[in-house]
């Protein structure tokens, strides 16, 4: 089977559980536990918090390419057969053989998917106390919607389904949305303080942002009911729908809808670190051997960023439309999607049957804002512990265009050496998933996942992430002095 179709077939079917099972967040950030928040980070450790660009070990640091993506939910597992072999659309799955449903569940049902994908980029040392960088990312991400569990099963369970007639449902809110985007960063970041004890770093990232396409849809205050396969009502609610030119006129293959220069926007990340070390060195030191090596003798470092501040604004599709749903009576299965039809013309179909609300012609996708804190720890300057925590700063309900993030917290021992490391990281997720998973970096190579281990001992998945970059690590040797480190105290 040709590649694409394969590609086609595992988006398809990782779109349609995310629109049907749950809401969803994702991780957004170029990032694998632990290493993206230490000092062998590099260019990879600029898209978590670029004030990590300053002071490093390296003179410069180029990415060749890499990919962070992850996919997974709270209300259905998989076999690991489905996961590799998928079929061609959600019809050909069979419950309680293919795939598992949480039916019994009290609380909402999230799912999550991203792909992150780094394209060449590189960090430069300006000195000792300075850095810019160029990072260029290719970035989508899915977002859905706050569903309780008696209405996923009252959508996932063979709809229309008479087990559920004559019982009423209601959606406070629940919302879907899929965002493709390309971005440049310019980062520049600097040393503000180095008093041998304390060191704080500052930096910045303007994003020239491009959108390839956008699409949102949210339901509100929704209260309905079906009396049989083919009569229900809706007594309430209001579905808000938009979605750019691109989606309306999707080409195939895929990335031929890719475009680096198409809908313009703005974004930004700011970070600071802190550093505490318990000998006074600074970072101005030198040696014959290689670059800044007093890059890691803090014993103590914390870092804040805020990323992904930013927005990008669309034309939306003549075709998208916000609806009142309210009706008495509606053929029930009217509203399930047909073989063979498109998502968009099966909303074009249900819209005949709603009255349209008036709404703009254009709409603005928020990029997935996220406050970020960092402690690392230097146990022996061989061993470290990293905690860190992320929190979505717009996964509200207030504003259905938006991607937003997955709020966790992790902790990670790691292992690092100038051309090894080795990273265990150990998170829980805003759902109370716990997930443990293991990375390494082999000199230009790193690898990992930060549900590996969790993955080895679930005979079915929900969840699955993985990281993969190759990049060029030279130590600049015996260059880049700028005089004794004694006269700078």
């Known amino acids: 089977m040709p590649f694409r179709v394969k590609l086609l077939r595992h988006l398809r079917l990782l779109f349609i559980a995310i629109s049907l099972f749950g809401s969803y967040e994702a991780r957004a950030q170029f990032t694998l536990g632990g290493y993206s928040n230490s000092h062998y980070a590099g260019i990879h450790g600029v898209p978590n918090n670029p004030a990590m660009a300053a002071g490093t070990h390296y003179k410069w640091d180029v990415n060749i390419a890499g990919i962070n993506a992850a996919a997974g939910n709270t209300y259905i597992r998989f076999p690991r057969s489905i996961l590799l072999h998928p079929p061609d659309s959600l019809r050909d799955l069979k419950r309680n053989r293919d795939y598992f449903p949480d039916t019994a569940g009290t609380g909402r049902q999230f799912a999550w998917g991203n792909v992150d994908v780094m394209m060449p980029s590189v960090l430069y040392s300006l000195d000792e106390l300075s850095a810019v960088a160029f990072t260029w990312r290719v970035r989508s ?30 959606m406070e809110w629940v919302n879907a949305s899929f965002h493709w985007w390309n971005e440049f960063g310019f980062t520049y970041a600097r040393v503000l303080k180095d008093d041998g004890n304390t060191v704080f ?33 809706i007594n309430d609610g209001t579905l808000k ?7 309306a006129k999707w080409e195939s293959p895929t990335l031929s809808n890719y475009k680096v220069f198409g809908n313009m926007g703005l974004g930004m990340d700011l970070g600071i670190t802190y550093e505490w070390r318990e000998v006074i060195d600074g970072l101005t030191g030198y040696d014959d051997s290689q670059w800044n090596p007093e890059a890691d003798d803090y014993r103590l470092r914390l870092g804040v960023s805020l990323t992904d501040l930013g927005s ?57 804002a996220a406050l970020n804190l960092m402690a690392d720890y230097n146990i022996d300057g061989r061993f470290y512990v990293n905690a860190a925590g992320r929190l979505a700063l717009n996964s509200g309900k207030y504003d259905p265009s938006k991607t937003y993030v997955m709020s966790y917290f992790q902790v990670t021992p790691r292992y690092e050496a100038r051309h090894i490391g080795g990273y265990l990281p150990l998170s829980v997720n805003r759902n109370g998933q716990f ?29 699955l992430d993985g990281f993969v970059a190759l990049r060029i690590i030279p130590i600049k040797r015996g260059e880049g002095k700028v005089g004794c480190p004694g006269t700078n105290f």
């Open 201 to 233: 770093k500052a930096g910045a990232t303007l994003k020239l942002l491009s959108g390839v396409a956008a699409g949102y849809a949210q339901v509100e205050g929704a209260s309905f009911a079906m009396h049989s396969t083919t009569n229900g009502e």
């Open 312 to 368: 990008i604004t669309y034309k939306k599709s003549p075709d998208s439309k916000d609806l009142d749903l309210r009706t008495e009576n509606i053929n029930t299965s009217d509203l399930r999607q047909r073989r063979g039809e498109s998502v968009q013309a099966y909303y074009r179909r249900i819209s005949t049957y709603f009255n349209e609300i008036p709404s703009d012609e254009k709409f603005r996708m928020n990029t997935p």
């Open 435 to 463: 997930d443990a998973g293991l990375g390494l970096r082999l000199g230009p190579l790193v690898i990992g996942s930060t549900t590996m281990l969790s993955n080895l001992f679930q005979k079915n998945k929900n969840r």
């Open 141 to 170: 991400m899915v977002n859905g919607g706050n569903a309780t569990t008696d209405v996923a099963n009252f959508f996932a369970l063979d709809f229309p389904n008479p087990r559920f007639n004559n019982q009423r449902f209601d």
């Open 241 to 247: 729908v938009g979605y750019s030119d691109g989606l």
